[in-house]
Structures are given as C-alpha cells and as structure tokens.
C-alpha cells in the first residue's frame, strides 16, 4: 500500500519517504527518472501557458492511484516522515537520488532546511513551474522562512488541493 522511495533531505541526507501507491507494482522507474533529468537540464518547455511538467496520462497509474494523485491524498503518509523529524509540514519538496545526482551546487541550497509536505511552488505553481524556477521559490522560501510565511502556505496549499490545481 505504500510506495517508499529512497530522497534526499536536509544537508544531503537520504531517508525513506511514505506515500500512498499510485502505480503498478513493479512499475519501471525509466520514464520518469528520463523525464526529470530532461526537466532538470532544461530540454523540457512547455509549449502552453497551462501546460504542466509532469508526465501526464501515464499507463502505469492506478485507477485508485489517478484518484490519490488528483486528491493529493497520495502525500498523506509523509506525516510518518513528519513525526519521525525527517521532513516539516513546510519546506522544499525531498527529490530523488537521482535527481539529486544532476544537481548543480546552487540546486543542492535547496536541502539546507528540512524538506516539506507542501512548499511554495507547490502553492506558487505547483506542476507547471520550470525546475530552476522551482529552485528559485525553494531558496526565497529558505532566505525567508517564518510562521507568517508556513502558516500563508498551508493555507494556500488546501484551496491548491481542493481546487486541485496541477494536480496529475
């Protein structure tokens, strides 16, 4: 029921991460691992303003996953991570090992603090942001972290979700 993927977090440490399975079991790891390193390298444009930069339509999602995905209720497990001091309810996504791998030195500021659950381009542009304009809300999220600023977050990230705005 869970799918736990080894990510990145604070200071280049890796940990287990908990999200609900949204693809077959077994699913190969290629297209998205091929996609993201595309994306991260900036061969990936968006050809319309509302077009997202995710792998959409996907075979190998799940009817259960397609809903979890939409619903975003696929992150809820992360609350383990939460109580376990691997992640906050706040902060710059976790990515992936190999995603972190292709990391430029400025991509990797964005494990200076603990990753989040929801993040400021989560609520800021959540799947149509590019990656280094992601980088660049995770480092003004960084540079200028506060209650104010978590607190505006969490609420903007549930009328995100329940409006499911870039959700796939």
């Not at 959409?56 to 497990?77: A, C, Q, Y």
């Not at 381009?121 to 990656?131: K, L, N, P, T």
Request: charged share 30%; glycine share 8%.
């Amino acid at each position: 029921v869970f799918y736990r993927p080894e990510v990145v977090g604070k200071n280049g440490r890796r940990f287990t991460m908990f999200k609900f399975r949204s693809m077959i079991t077994g699913a190969s790891k290629k297209p998205h691992k091929e996609y993201v390193t595309n994306h991260i390298k900036g061969a990936i444009q968006k050809d319309k303003p509302d077009q997202p930069l995710k792998i959409t339509n996907d075979p190998r999602i799940t009817r259960v996953g397609r809903f979890l995905r939409k619903t975003s209720l696929d992150e809820l497990p992360q609350l383990i991570n939460v109580l376990k001091g691997q992640m906050s309810l706040v902060g710059p996504r976790p990515c992936l090992t190999y995603e972190y791998e292709i990391y430029k030195d400025w991509h990797k500021k964005r494990t200076m603090v603990k990753p989040g659950i929801t993040g400021l381009w989560q609520v800021v542009g959540r799947s149509e942001v590019q990656f280094e304009d992601m980088v660049l809300l995770d480092l003004y999220y960084i540079y200028n972290r506060g209650i104010e600023l978590d607190f505006n977050i969490l609420i903007e990230t549930i009328f995100v979700v329940l409006r499911k705005k870039g959700a796939h």
